[in-house]
């Protein structure tokens, strides 16, 4: 298929860390990334991680990359109320020009 | 740090109009996209844009739909005649060459009524 799928919804406490999963579906697939966006904003990248890599971090951000099952995570440590948005994960497609296949989000509610 | 503008941010336009979303991508950028999200859906990939012409176009791309870069720093999207099913957020973006300068901007909410 050609679906990049997410949980819709994650809910943690302040200061707890939060894990956002992805599967993705082309295991030709040469980047991956993280976008965030807030309410009414536009699409921040927030991290990204190439295909040879296991592991990614940066400060309170870690991304695991599973090729084998073609999933790929995102931890986020020390959660905070700041942090409440929705993540997409996205996969670059190569083609003419390339393009990135979204997945739906997952929805981050942090309580405070 | 250098952003990709879209202007404008909101627009309300009645079914049948003609509409055209602006964007001034990053200035050295060389391949220009637009995608859309309809409310509480993904990011859906439109149309590429490199050298002047189209590079690919999603199915969503139809005879309705058209790009151009008129003058060298805008990239324009235009909807001939809009449905009330094209009311969705829709993000330009551009890179230069490399597969993680991805930059979106911030977005114009179209509302077809």
């Known amino acids: 298929g050609e679906d990049v799928e997410q949980s819709l919804f994650l809910s943690v406490r302040e200061g707890d860390s939060s894990v956002i999963n992805c599967t993705y579906t082309?295991?030709?697939?040469?980047?991956l990334y993280w976008y965030k966006q807030e309410p009414g904003a536009g699409l921040q990248l927030l991290t990204y991680?190439?295909?040879?890599?296991d592991m990614k971090q940066d400060q309170r951000l870690t991304v695991l990359l599973n090729k084998k099952d073609k999933h790929l995570s995102l931890r986020i440590a020390d959660t905070q109320t700041g942090d409440s948005a929705i993540y997409f994960c996205?996969?670059?497609?190569?083609?003419?020009?390339?393009?990135?296949?979204f997945g739906q989000g997952t929805t981050l509610q942090v309580k405070p | 740090e250098p952003e990709v503008t879209q202007t404008p941010s909101h627009q309300v336009t009645q079914m049948g109009q003609e509409v055209i979303l602006r964007c001034v991508p990053i200035?050295?950028?060389?391949?220009f996209y637009w995608y859309r999200q309809i409310l509480g859906q993904k990011v859906e990939f439109l149309v590429s844009?490199?050298?002047?012409?189209?590079?690919?176009k999603s199915e969503i791309f139809d005879d309705q739909f058209s790009v151009e870069r008129p003058d060298g720093s805008n990239f324009t999207l235009k909807i001939r005649s809009t449905k009330l099913e094209d009311s969705a957020m829709y993000f330009c973006?551009?890179?230069?060459?490399?597969?993680?300068?991805?930059?979106f901007g911030s977005g114009t909410r179209l509302t077809v009524v």
């Open positions: 991680i190439f295909s040879n890599m």
């Open positions: 082309d295991s030709s697939s040469t980047y």
């Open positions: 973006a551009s890179i230069h060459d490399s597969y993680i300068g991805y930059t």
């Open positions: 844009f490199y050298n002047n012409e189209i590079s690919e």
């Open positions: 200035s050295n950028h060389l391949y």
């Open positions: 996205a996969e670059y497609r190569s083609g003419n020009t390339g393009k990135l296949i």
